[in-house]
């Protein structure tokens, strides 16, 4: 228990508060970290893809230690609650998808909510959306691994380590610029915000 409030803690240190979305990461993160790693510790080995940028992210990044500056954390801009674990060195993968929604939990959370950042909320408005909001996270916290999620292994193609490229100088803005995500436009290296995208349609 002590282990488990210890990591809470760090998870909320870094993302700055607690929340159901926070609590939906750890438990992930926990159900990925005791189905694919043994006891010792694998850095880059663990890769983490996820399909939404909220908070459960930050809470899956301190448990796993998969980040976006190591290239083990892959971000997938699909909007939905679905985290894939790959293990490099056993070639085994891990598909958890969400089973249930905060609004199922507590159907007037989301009302709620939206008064408490009405900005005219009452002290007595924030304090309801706070207590909704801790209930919610304790009782995802508390959920049965395979009630929360659709739990799977998968054959997943990995993807290779992250690479170190080489940086260039924008032809336009003059910033350095990762060579394998610059643009060539008049025979001449660009960024992304400066290059000019030439469409038909």
Known sequence: MDNENDIYSKVIEFHGHSCPGVAIGIQAAEIATDKLISNRAIDEELLAIVENDSCSVDAIQVITGCTFGKGNLIFKDYGKNVYTFINRGTGKSLRLSLNIAIDEIDPEFAMV?????????????????????????????????????????????????????????????????????????NNDFVCIPCFDDYSRN
């Open 113 to 185: 909510r939206t008064k408490a950042f009405s900005g005219e909320a009452k002290p007595e408005d924030e304090m309801e959306f706070e207590k909704r909001k801790d209930a919610i996270s304790e009782k995802i916290m508390n959920m049965p691994a395979d009630e929360l999620f659709n739990i799977e292994f998968v054959d997943v193609e990995i993807p290779e380590k992250a690479r170190i490229f080489g940086s260039v100088k924008c032809s336009k803005c003059g910033e350095l610029v990762a060579e394998h995500r610059a643009r060539v436009e």
